[in-house]
């Protein structure tokens, strides 16, 4: 496994990351609240605006987020934009897919970290922005595509070689940064419809961003009225080596655990720390195992294939009622949308499943 996976990710590739939720403010008058972005995750979907969106008053200034880009404590920090921006780095697929889907394709000048199965109905699109690099990005090569804006997950803003440089690093070289606030830990799916809104607002683009958050609304809606797995427990599982079985808690994957409870999953270790013995597992025996997918990884289902015969957990219920599942890394660790279509996927097998 890459270096830069055995940094990130020693279990499932996740990052570990404070609490730091996104607030929106903006100057006077540049500013108008969509109802769809009022309600709770748990809401019934509200319907989209019929009235024109409000247009974003430049110089525009919007909360985000900084940290020293060495520990894991986030704060606020203000960035301000005088006009939309016009050449972004996405440092994750996820987060070029999600520009995409705001019509902001050509305002990409770069992506990294393809890790996982890209969203097939971005994918044309996704082909004209330029891979800067496969697997994590540099801060060389972010600052040699010339971006006036960086953009993507949190953790990977530090001055390490699979980092593409702190925000305050970034911010004083006269690039702007947006952290998804869903990277962060304490992040829900609230969170995930701020980062949109406050991306409309940046880019302009605010009517689209208040249809797409309503869209993913009635998404949500769904799978919580299915809530596929009806109240069942879940761990993270991973291939330790020669088929091992490994664990990690996710507890700080809170955006994926929001996602995953519309499902009616909870995690079994959202409030463990540390490592996690094969005989915690055990005495823990929860009802379903997921393990990630994500390109360069071990064979998923030569891991699977390797826990279901290994005597040591037979015991557990997972394994009698073949409950271990295959979850892709970009779709739930890409701190966007496209964990509806992990979710989907997943909620369909827990049904067949019944």
């Known amino acids: 496994m890459k270096k830069v996976f055995k940094r990130y990710v020693p279990l499932l590739a996740v990052l570990v990351m404070a609490v730091m939720l996104a607030a929106c403010s903006s100057n006077a008058g540049n500013e108008k609240e969509a109802a769809a972005t009022a309600a709770p995750a748990s809401a019934s979907p509200a319907p989209a605006e019929t009235a024109q969106a409000a247009k974003t008053v430049y110089p525009l200034t919007i909360e985000n987020h900084t940290n020293n880009g060495e520990g894991t404590e986030w704060t606020t920090k203000s960035q301000t934009f005088d006009k939309a921006p016009e050449k972004v780095v996405a440092n994750t697929q996820g987060a070029a897919e999600l520009l995409i889907k705001l019509g902001l394709t050509d305002k990409m ?18 082909k004209k922005i330029p891979v800067i690099s496969q697997d994590y990005a540099s801060k060389e090569l972010v600052v040699g595509a010339s971006p006036d804006l960086v953009m993507g997950r949190g953790g990977l803003f530090a001055d390490a070689d699979w980092g593409v440089g ?30 949109i809104e406050q991306l409309g607002q940046i880019f302009d683009v605010q009517e689209k961003a208040t249809a797409y958050i309503a869209e993913l609304k009635e998404r949500a809606a769904k799978l919580k009225e299915g809530a596929a797995a009806g109240g069942k427990t879940f761990a993270y599982v991973s291939d330790g080596g020669n088929g091992a079985i490994a664990v990690y808690s996710g507890n700080v994957d809170t955006f994926a655990g929001d996602v995953l409870g519309l499902l009616g999953l909870t995690n079994s270790y959202a409030d463990v720390t540390g490592e996690i013995s094969k005989e915690q597992l055990i005495a823990t025996n929860p009802d379903v195992l997921l393990i990630s997918v994500y390109t360069g990884g071990i064979d998923a289902d030569q891991s699977i294939k390797a826990f279901y015969a290994d005597p040591s957990l ?41």
Request: hydrophobic share 40%; charged share 20%; proline share 1%.
């Open 109 to 126: 000048v770069g992506v990294a970290a393809l890790y996982g199965a890209g969203d097939p109905a971005v994918q044309e699109e996704f």
């Open 166 to 195: 702190t925000v305050g690093g970034l911010n004083e070289l006269g690039i702007k940064t947006f952290v998804q606030s869903t990277s962060l830990q304490g992040a829900t799916l609230d969170s995930l419809y701020k980062d």
């Open 314 to 354: 037979q015991s557990l219920k997972a394994i009698q009622n073949k409950a271990i599942y295959k979850i892709d890394f970009n779709q739930f660790w890409g701190y966007s949308y496209s964990i509806f279509d992990g979710a989907e996927k997943l909620a369909s097998e827990l049904a067949a499943a019944k």
